[in-house]
């Protein structure tokens, strides 16, 4: 079993940055990690993902040079920075790890484990 570990989250002033981790312990490998967030009323939605071996890295357009997914395989950690934040980047934000190897990572269904989640906020 795997277990995901979130933190890093918080209140931020729009235009201001965040670095969320997300800590994998327990039977860790893992083909892809990615971050996922969910808005009060609506569906979680896709944010980026990293693949464990290449690294290849893939992200939503609404954050698309703002965000960067990183990955510490040391640590079994993967991080997303944000910079340039925007009030309607206000969400829980969810990272996810996938066993299976699949051509891309984009659909939450894929994703076998789930942290807590944590909680960011931007303010206008």
């Known amino acids: 079993q795997v277990q995901l570990v979130e933190s890093g989250g918080g209140l931020v002033q729009a235009g201001g940055s965040l670095r969320l981790s997300c800590a994998a312990s327990?039977?860790?490998?893992?083909?892809?990690m990615g971050w996922f967030r969910q808005a009060p009323g609506k569906e979680r939605e896709f944010v980026a993902y990293?693949?464990?071996?290449?690294?290849?890295?893939y992200y939503a357009d609404s954050v698309k040079g703002r965000f960067t997914i990183s990955r510490n395989n040391a640590k079994n950690t993967v991080y997303l920075q944000m910079n340039s934040l925007k009030p309607k980047d206000t969400a829980v934000y969810y990272c996810?790890?996938?066993?299976?190897?699949?051509?891309?990572?984009?659909?939450?269904?894929?994703?076998?484990?789930w942290g807590q989640g944590t909680r960011v906020t931007v303010s206008s």
């Open positions: 996810g790890g996938v066993r299976r190897y699949y051509s891309e990572y984009g659909g939450a269904d894929l994703y076998d484990y």
């Open positions: 327990g039977r860790t490998f893992m083909s892809a």
């Open positions: 990293i693949t464990w071996g290449g690294g290849s890295t």
